[in-house]
T-cell receptor
Framework: NAGVTQTPKFQVLKTGQSMTLQCAQD?????MSWYRQDPGMGLRLIHY???????DQGEVPNGYNVSRSTTEDFPLRLLSAAPSQTSVYFC??????????????FGNGTRLTVT | TQLLEQSPQFLSIQEGENLTVYCNSS?????LQWYRQEPGEGPVLLVT?????EVKKLKRLTFQFGDARKDSSLHITAAQPGDTGLYLC?????????????FGKGTLLTVNP
């Protein structure tokens, strides 16, 4: 079972470069989300989606864009990377819609370094 | 946004010892989840508690939801090295957004052989 797949696992960017972090799930989950994890800060919600064509901001959305054209995919775009975006990024999905009783299924993360 | 405070932040113990970690909020939780995250991996759900006073057991792990639904604890009996990891709680307040539940900062547990 693939579950939630994130690519790449590691990435190094220079300040100002752009890139897309990929996330795909094969569980037909409606809800998908992106978190960043920094030392001492826990997991913070960046953006989320409750279905194809629907996205909304989380706690720390600045500097990131998302789109949801299919149920399976939820890419995260960094348009102009900054050192403050150095972090480990996790994608998560759940069914039905990420409510308090819905378990989140996480990918194994993308470790991003911006120099 | 509901703030969840976890304590202790770090815990290092010997194999066979017992331990308890806590997740607290000033607001009432509608429900609360506990996750464990191992190095290099994403968090994995351990349990969801929804009723005040609820106790759930998962092998050597005992989860308790406070009567007032403002706090939760995770107790591990006879800890083993395989219990090493970051323990995270996730919850939301009654009437809050179902889609923006917050995580605590976690308790990093190390069990030494």
């Amino acid at each position: 079972n693939a579950g939630v797949t994130q690519t790449p696992k590691f990435q190094v960017l220079k300040t100002g470069q752009s890139m897309t972090l990929q996330c795909a799930q094969d569980m037909n989950h409606e809800y998908m989300s992106w978190y960043r994890q920094d030392p001492g800060m826990g997991l913070r919600l960046i953006h989320y989606s409750v279905g194809a064509g629907i996205t909304d901001q989380g706690e720390v959305p600045n500097g990131y864009n998302v789109s949801r054209s299919t149920t399976e995919d939820f890419p995260l775009r960094l348009l102009s990377a900054a050192p403050s975006q150095t972090s480990v990024y996790f994608c998560a999905s759940s069914y039905p819609r990420g409510g308090e009783n819905s378990p989140l299924h996480f990918g194994n993360g993308t470790r991003l370094t911006v120099t | 946004t509901q703030l969840l405070e976890q304590s202790p932040q770090f815990l290092s113990i010997q194999e066979g010892e017992n331990l308890t970690v806590y997740c607290n909020s000033s607001s009432v939780f509608s429900s609360l989840q506990w996750y464990r995250q191992e190095p290099g991996e994403g968090p994995v759900l351990l349990v969801t508690v929804v009723t005040g006073g609820e106790v759930k057991k998962l092998k050597r792990l005992t989860f308790q939801f406070g009567d007032a639904r403002k706090d939760s604890s995770l107790h591990i009996t006879a800890a083993q090295p395989g219990d090493t990891g970051l323990y995270l709680c996730r919850g939301g307040s009654s009437g809050g957004s179902n889609y923006k539940l917050t995580f605590g900062k976690g308790t990093l547990l190390t069990v030494n052989p």
